[in-house]
Structures are given as C-alpha cells and as structure tokens.
DNA sequence: CGTAGGTTTGACTGATCTCAAGTTTGGTGG
DNA sequence: CCACCAAACTTGAGATCAGTCAAACCTACG
C-alpha cells in the first residue's frame, strides 16, 4: 500500500512545492505517506458531513464539489476541487467535517491515515506551511464566495465562477485559461451561484451573444478574457499564494 | 510594551483554552506576546485588503466586521468578530489580506508582530493546534454563509445570523443567547445576509410579530428559540470546536 | 434643541424563480 | 450502426420575492 518511489502523488505533492519550499526530506516524508488508491465514479460521495473517519481523503485526479444541504432541500455548492486537492484537512484537527464532497466525474482518490497526516505536519514544518497556506486560501475563495453570492448579479456571478475556475486550473497547471472543459453541468453551476439551472442557462446565452464566451458541448473558450474579468468583478488576488 | 502578568490577552486566552489544552509554558509564551494596546472609536478600519504589515491585529473588546467590496459599490459583510478574535491569522503565511476588517463599535485592540507569531506557532504546537482550530472554523462559518446568503429566504438569513452570533456570543462567554445587545445596525444586518436594509426592517419586524423575537432599540430578546432555529435553518454543528 | 445616524413606511419596479414543455446530447444494448 | 433512454440543456409564460426611491420618524448625543 506504501506509494514509496512512485509519483502517485505527482498533483498533490507539485500543490505543496507552490505553496511552500520543500527540501528532500520534506518530499520524502510526503511520498511516504501510507495511502490506499480507489477509482470511483461520478457522483460517489467522499466525505459526508458530520461524520468520523480515520482517514483524509485526496483527490488525485477529476472532479469533485463541496455542498451543504438546506433543511427544505435546496443544495449549495461551496467549492470545486481538482486533481492534488485534499478534500477534507479539518479531520486532522476537529471531529467532524461541516460539509460534504462529492465527486461530479470519475475520479481517482488516496484514502490517507489521518494520524499520518498529524505526524507528518508536526515533523515536517515546510509540510504544515504549505498546508496552512492551502486552508488560508480555501478560506479566502470562500469568502470570495460569499460575496459573490451576496452581492451580484445573475450574470457576474456566472462570470465570476468562470474566471476562477480558468486561474485555479491554470495555476494548478492544467493547461491554458482561454479553452478548456467545464466538469459541471449548469444546474451545479446554479448550485455554487444561488441560482435555478434555468436561469443560468439564459445568462450564458447572454455572455455568449455578447461574444464574451463561446460553448460547444462542456467545451468553453473565453473569447475576451478582459470583458469576463470585468462582467464578473474579478481579480485574482485572493487566490494569490505569496508568503509573508 | 511587553505586556507580562497582566491579563490583557483575558478573552484571546480563554479562546485558545477552548481550542486546545494549554499548559503553563504555553501561557507564558502567550502573555509574554509583545503588544501595543490601542483604543479606537466605531468605523475604524483594523485590516486593510491587500496590505502588508508587519503585525496581526487582535481584538480585545468590542466589535468588529470583516467584509469585501464589489467594484460597483457593493458591500458584503463576511463575518462579525468579538472580543478575543484574532483578526488577520493570514499575515503569518500569505503577503496580504484578501479582505478588511473594521470596527463597529469602539474596541480595544492589541498589535502583535507577526513574528512574533510566527514563532509562537512554531515553537508551541498547542498554541498553533489552537489556532489551525480557529481557523477552521472559521472557514466553517464562511461556508455556512454561501450557504444562508445563496440559498435560503430572506426571513431565514435573518434568523439564522441572530441564531449564530447568539451561539457564538455564548460559546465565548459572553452572556446568555436569550437576551443581548446587537452590535450592528440593519444595513450591517443586510451588508451580511446580501439583503437591503429596508427589506431586513421589514422581516425584522415579521419575526416580532411571530412573537419569535422582540426588540427595543439594540436589545435583541429571542423569545422562542426552537422556533427562531427551525426558521433559520440553524444547527449550531459547524460551530463545533471537538478535537479529532 | 439641533443634528446625524438609524429605523420605519409606502408605492412601484424588476430580477429571478416556478412550472411545464420541448430539444439536444451521450451512452448503451440490440 | 442504429434505436433508445436518461440526463442535460432550452424555451416560454406567469408569479413573486426582494430592490429602489423617497419621505418621515425616532433617538442618542453633543
């Protein structure tokens, strides 16, 4: 089970070296982590709210999306994550997770000790570091968030979300930000905006005639990257991960 | 400067007590912080987005709001802070605030150096143990806000802020949750629920005639909590500082 | 006693939701 | 390779919650 040598966590380990420097030992310790790998298909839920486990879960590569749930039913997205995320950090410090994750396309998980983790942040100083960074980032989109969708309007929100899921995928090194594909459907993108799928739909109609946009299937290119960037209000600092 | 012996650091103590078990050199460590006192009056601004500084900023007595701005005017408040919060545990690990804090009544504050800090962490595990709590939860309460501001009506938002900063006021050891003096104004009300200040008057006010709450000038006096909890869609679990 | 900030009220507007029906897409089995 | 199915996406019409604008009223404080 001992994933020595191998690259298997190639993602997560290139996360870490972004967030802070690591030397030999740091890596080494990292890729000695204890983990079981699992393939699992969409919609497989990997952390459920509220609920204990001995392990932290991974995310290694695909999709997956953080969620609360309302009383009367109404869901709401509070995150994407992509391959190298750690999906559920808190385990290592607090009882229970307060929200759930889900994956939205197949996706391949470590299932890694949680006392491992512990040992791991405590031994390994530049480790913990570059996990605080994370949480403190994790913490800034989500307040980003908040905001987002406080106060704007159907169609920034939409641009908003757009514009950070191409920086996040590009400063994760998943290729450029002007053409990719979107993992979502539009009713998840209703879900992370506070909106009904129906009225995104007609808000990406918008942006596309605007010629700010163009879709084809889950394919989008950003044909005028400046314009989205001001249609969604949206400056990258907060995702910005200089060190103090 | 240095502020030994005294019991200036009462509440921000008493915070780290809840979230960890200290022992007596983590005390010391903690009262031996050196800090300049500062009294300023409502409105002041504490922590500006995107500034460098060289100390973090604690809040001592008093009240305080985190919030960020849209370009078009918008004001989204994206938490209220009291008394023994820390106010920008971010300075230690990024370069700078991705959001401002200010004061909304007049407060006693202490600036702490950030290395000071820094060293702190790294010298007492239970210390930073406390404060990678904080701040998950923290980051807890942020999601529970996408949630209340994206997902739920106007009259819940309301009643779940109430129930919140009841719970949290508590949990601090201010008084009781039943009956306390508000902070902040309803356009602060509607900053931090996406709403307009007219608009929480008016669920303010169908709330009182619910017989749920009652109010006369800041004194808020919640007279049926189960039911103020139920229309707000409140469980205080997220706020849950159980150790792993 | 005047003033500024905060609260309350009223009338009207509008963004977003709801409900309900199509249409397209992608995957699957024959 | 085609037929079919479920999921995702579109479209339309009507309903509603919350916003806007504007004025009046409190009330704490200097």
Known sequence: MAADGEDIFGRAMRKLER???LDETDRRAVRSLQARIEFVPASTLLVTE???ATYCTLLLDGHACR????RMGGRQILAFCMGGDLLDVQRVFLARPDHAVQTISPATI???PTVALR???AERPRVAEAL??????????AREWVLNVGRRTATARIAHLLCEFAARREAAGFGPPERFELPMTQEQIGDATGLT????NRKFQDLDSMGVIARSRRELRILNWPRLKRI??????YLDSAAA
């Open 232 to 237: 969604g209000d949206f400056d990258a600092a």
């Open 119 to 121: 040992t791991l942040m």
């Open 50 to 52: 509220g609920s204990r």
């Open 132 to 141: 605080w960074r994370d949480t403190l980032i994790e913490t800034a989109v």
């Open 110 to 112: 470590a299932r890694v």
């Open 67 to 70: 969620y609360k749930e309302t």
């Open 19 to 21: 967030l802070a420097s």
């Open 197 to 200: 799928s129906v009225h995104v």
